[in-house]
């Protein structure tokens, strides 16, 4: 059995304490939020100079190239849209729909 194939990946966005918004992909979202918390060397470079305060939304699919098509079709969207599908996760479909097939990533509920 192909262990690439039962694998989920998870696109997110984070609010770092600035207020800016950083997109990521990740196949485990509470390990990758720790990284950028702890500002290591495991983290992204941009959330070691920003402060990462909490995840506000995130998707999931079983696909590692829609994930990181996904994550860069986010990182194109102006800052006001992406608080937008913060507010309104169905809003990345308006911002998105003819770049991506809206359907195939499921909207993540997140404990916050």
């Keep these: 059995m192909n262990k690439e194939r ?4 998870y696109v997110y966005m ?6 800016s918004l950083y997109t ?11 990284e950028h918390l702890q500002r290591g060397k495991r983290g992204a470079k941009y959330t070691s100079s920003h402060i990462a305060k909490k995840m506000e939304i995130a998707w999931k699919t079983n696909d590692k190239i829609k994930a ?11 800052k006001a849209e ?13 911002f998105l729909s ?3 097939e ?11």
């Design 68 to 78: 990181t098509k996904l994550e860069y079709h986010i990182k194109t969207l102006k």
């Design 98 to 100: 003819d770049k991506i």
């Design 6 to 9: 039962n694998k989920e990946y």
């Design 82 to 94: 992406k608080e937008e599908v913060i507010k309104n996760p169905k809003k990345l479909e308006k």
């Design 24 to 34: 990521g992909f990740t196949t485990d979202l509470e390990r990758r939020m720790n």
């Design 102 to 112: 809206y359907k195939e990533y499921i909207h993540i509920k997140l404990k916050n």
């Design 14 to 19: 984070i609010r770092c304490e600035d207020n």
